[in-house]
């Protein structure tokens, strides 16, 4: 999914944004080769921006897509969006700067070409287990899943809900 993050340091009212987003999206999926459906623009106005030492008006883009990208593709994409911000914002394409990251399909495929999770999901799965076991609601989760399973009781994970109303003597000494 090719996305195109836009900042920029004017305020864009909703009705140029719209425009923007109509126009990027049509632009970068022709470009790119990819269907519109495919194809996500994020724009926020109003950023604090200080390009080349001053305020003047200027805008920022990041494109990230999963293959599709090269020096020529990258070059009409770069001309392009600079031509709908010069023509919706009165940006000069001298104020616009677009960074451009090229994900390999590889990385989200294994070597019979069946999908994989991204990277990213497995290190946020280790942060939010690393979490738990740093705040002890790995022990507290499991006393309270034998409570519940004990008394037929449910609820929500919670490393404060664990209190003397229960009886240490129906558990496991963990």
């Given at each position: 999914m090719p996305t195109l993050n836009l900042f920029t340091n004017l305020p864009v009212d909703a009705v140029i944004a719209s425009d923007i987003l109509k126009d990027a999206t049509k632009a970068v999926a022709k470009i790119i080769g990819k269907p519109e459906s495919y194809v996500m623009i994020l724009l926020n106005g109003g950023v604090p921006i200080a390009f080349a030492g001053t305020e003047a008006p200027a805008a920022y883009g990041e494109l990230?897509?999963?293959?599709?990208?090269?020096?020529?593709?990258?070059?009409k994409l770069s001309s392009t969006i600079a031509e709908i911000l010069q023509t919706k914002l009165s940006i000069d394409s001298n104020r616009f700067y677009i960074k451009f990251y090229?994900?390999?399909?590889?990385?989200?495929?294994?070597?019979?070409g069946n999908d994989v999770l991204p990277p990213i999901f497995w290190v946020q799965w280790l942060n939010f287990l690393m979490n738990l076991l740093k705040n002890n609601?790995?022990?507290?989760?499991?006393?309270?899943?034998?409570?519940?399973q004990q008394f037929k009781t449910s609820s929500a994970l919670n490393c404060d809900r664990f209190t003397e109303e229960v009886n240490p003597s129906h558990m496991f000494n963990w």
């Open positions: 990230i897509s999963i293959g599709g990208l090269g020096p020529s593709v990258n070059g090229d994900s390999p399909v590889s990385l989200y495929e294994n070597k019979e609601c790995s022990g507290v989760w499991r006393r309270n899943f034998l409570v519940q």
